[in-house]
Each structure stands twice: as structure tokens, then as C-alpha cells.
């Protein structure tokens, strides 16, 4: 079955659809296993951070939905937009810290 990574945009769980040429992405909930595109019909296994948990709960704490953002290692989206990928729960929890937020 064809796979996609979920990730965090403005604090809402998501995934991309990975059928070439089909740009929609799809809200998850939470541990979501599998996703059914609603544009294409594609569907796709999703894969979750070890560390989703703690990586919702570190993002839960920004005052602000449009800084509640995290990307695996290597997303496509980061990468062309140069936005950190690949980061810990502790490493958002650092930045928290360093702008403010506990």
C-alpha cells in the first residue's frame, strides 16, 4: 500500500495525498492509520513520529494556531520553504522556551 507522513500546519494534524499530481492533503485525527484521499480516492497508510504525543502536546502550548507546525525529516514542504524539519518534541519545546512560551 502506498505510504505518506503526517504532519502539524497551523496546529491540525494532516497528510498529504501521494498519488503524483494530486495536491490535496487531508485532515488526521490522531493516530489515523490510514487515509482516503477525497479528491483522487487514493488511499495511503499514514505514518506517525514516535513521538506524537509529545510533539502535540509541545505544539498545544503556542498562544498562536499558525506557529503550531512540525515536519518529519526530509517533507517535501519544508524543505522547498527551508522551515526546520525532522524535530524533537524537545527541540520544539526549546523553541517554546527561547520565544517565550512554557
Known sequence: MTRTQAFVN??????????QHCTNAEKLNLGQTTLRCSNCLQVATVEWPKDVVEITAVLERRPVPQTRNWA???????????????????????????????
Open 10 to 19: 497551523m496546529g491540525r494534524w494532516i497528510a498529504d495525498c501521494p498519488r
Open 72 to 102: 518529519p525529516a526530509g517533507h517535501w514542504q519544508a524543505v522547498a520553504t527551508q522551515f526546520p524539519d525532522g524535530q524533537t518534541a524537545r527541540d520544539l519545546a526549546d523553541e517554546n522556551r527561547q520565544f517565550g512560551v512554557e
